[in-house]
């Protein structure tokens, strides 16, 4: 009887093929179950071949030992093929993971197929009919259909009509005989996109997310994969989707932090796509009233084409925003925005509030001028450490004592701040009893199904006050909305992070976006200690091109990206003093491994220094020599011996330093 050898790689971050033998010829993609270290594992096959005869096989320890077999498979037909396979190897590679990593990110878990619903049902219906385009959408989609490929952003206003053109994109590239995928940051929170691709392709769609189950994304991966599914809609690993005949990329609110993966392999979305479509020939197109910094420089470079939508289209025009400045207010809600709440519900009209609770609960902060303390090396904001009573920058790891008068106006009015959804949502309770009040938020809305519910409610206007954190910033369209409360728009700005005020803008621009879409006389209403801050103050007059311009001029001054590519380096375990000089160690290695092709930051101990018992540094290498500085680390990584009970990340191009 014939023997087949099988290469096996697990979902382990060991860098390896693991060989078996099989009775049966088993071809490259499909999954196995083979016994590893005394447990069973699924894996994936990478390399299949005829033996030569049985034999044993000895390892570089000169120790021999005889090939077990699989143990059974789960799949009757692969789940990819060669190339696919060697662009699994490309991510594993960019991204510091084992290639065993990297096909467990990229493909469904299920082990048998199951009945999956195309969509579920997110509100009401959408008429198949698409809605007559405005001359500059008419513009942007024949521009995006006028080549096979290349890479183009689509930069409108909130309620400029991105979408359709994205949609009118899509349906071109379909007419082509060319596959599309969709990408949207949370697929809850794009019910209205979701309506509009079910009622216009129907079963020629497939949804692939996080919501469904693994054997449902096993089905609607099948269905891809013999071609019975051309458009592909979903969250972030929809990028992988294996496509036949990829034609077009849709990246939708591409500033969105969730395109980047937390888990090995930390991929970002934009990045595989950008790949994805050079390998295809196919196009890309990005899209977001508030781009990230990155996008735009590439926009001005004329390395990405900008395509601009300057009108709203639905009636409304952009609100008015007013900068309310909170000093001297006691609780959070200052006497204009509760004026303004009162007014819109005398109206019938709603009010939504957005918390930004992405910042720390503890910044350190004058209330008399608004100071806070920075780093003087890095320029960005120092965090209070309350157990070590140090502010401490977590960048380079200068730390300082904090002060107990202000620097800057000798007030001693300073202290820590925080708030939360919950203590805000109490005190609207308390001063509008007569306003029907919901909370959006990741502890609100735990059980399934409670996010759609509260939306539905809001859009039917059973809910006056809709409360919540950055669930409610992200492409919500409510025709009731007069409203647009920002409670604290400063804490995003105390983020011991470069990337700070890019955030808190494009916030604030987006959340902003939510009032006036039908309706000319849209408010929003910015709290802040900070009134004179800038990202704040170009955000409020929706000055893009001058908020760009200086950011850039910023993060040029300070060699922070687009000027410079980063890469984080993070220990962790139970002992602080092992984890802190794993990364001493790893430190000094690399500064005379990189030879000044790279700055080595740190180590310092990370902005959430302890997180299930695990204690935490990290490194950051800024550098402008990307290829050569991934190569040095890569075979820096596969060298290193960690001490036992010591972990280590590698990050590419960070978007959090969390």
Known sequence: MDEYRVNVVFNIPVNRTFTYTSSEEVPIGIRVVAPFHGRSLTGFVV????????????????????????????????????????????????????????????????????????????????????????????????????????MFYVFGI????????????????????????????????????????????????????????????LTEWRRVMRGE????????????????????????EEHEGSYKSGSSPRYHARQVAMKRCALSKARFVMGSATPSVEAFYLMQKGEIRSIRLTRRLSGGTLPQVEVVDLTGTEGVFSRRLQEEILAAH???????????????????????????????????????????????????????????????????????????????????????????????????????????????EFRQGKIDLLLGTQMVAKGLNFPGVKLVGIVLADTGLHMPDFRAAERTFSLIVQVSGRAGRFAPDGKVIVQTYMPKNGAIQLAARTAMDEFYAQELEMRKALRFPPFSRLFRIVFR??????VRESAE????????????????????????GVIAGNHRYQILLRTDAFVPVHTVLKEHVSRLKLRRGIFLEVDVDPVSLL
């Open 47 to 150: 390399e299949s071949s005829k033996a030569t005869g049985k034999r044993e096989i000895s390892s570089a320890d000169e120790t021999s030992y005889t090939l077990k077999p699989i143990q059974r498979m789960l799949d009757r037909e692969p789940l990819f093929d060669a190339p696919y396979l060697e662009f699994a190897q490309w991510v594993a590679e960019r991204y510091y993971a084992s290639l065993g990593e990297a096909l467990s990110a990229m493909l469904p878990g299920g082990k048998k197929e199951t009945e999956v619903p195309l969509f579920e049902d997110v509100g009401e219906e959408v008429s198949v009919q698409p809605p007559t385009l405005s001359q500059e959408q008419e513009k942007a989609v024949e521009e995006i259909l006028a080549e096979e490929r290349g």
């Open 158 to 217: 909130t309620g400029s009509g991105k979408t359709e053109v994205f949609l009118r994109a899509a349906q071109g590239t379909l007419e082509e005989g060319r596959g599309v995928i969709y990408l949207v940051p949370e697929i809850a929170l794009t019910g209205q996109v979701v309506e509009a691709i079910r009622a216009r392709f129907g079963s020629g769609a497939a949804v692939l997310h996080s919501r469904l189950t693994p054997s449902q994304r």
């Open 229 to 252: 599914a051309s458009f592909v809609v979903g969250a972030r690993s929809a990028v992988f989707a294996p496509l036949p005949r990829l034609g077009l990329i849709i990246l939708d």
């Open 346 to 456: 005398k109206e019938g009209r709603q009010t939504i509030l957005f918390l930004n609770r992405r910042g720390f609960t503890h910044y350190f902060h004058c209330n008399s001028c608004g100071y806070e303390m920075k780093c003087k090396r890095c320029s960005v904001g120092l965090t209070y450490h309350k157990q070590k009573n140090r502010m401490v920058c977590h960048y380079c790891g200068y730390s300082t004592r904090p002060m107990e008068v202000c620097p800057s106006c000798g007030s001693l009015d300073v202290g820590y701040y925080g708030a939360g959804t919950e203590k805000i949502e109490e005190e609207a309770q308390r001063l509008f009893p007569e306003i029907r009040v919901a909370r959006v938020d990741t502890d609100a809305v735990v059980r399934k199904g409670t996010l759609e519910r509260i939306l539905e």
């Open 573 to 578: 375990g139970r002992s602080e003093t092992a």
């Open 585 to 608: 160690d790893m430190a000094q290695d690399l500064e005379k491994a990189l030879k000044g092709k790279a700055e080595v930051l740190g180590p310092s101990e990370c902005p959430l």
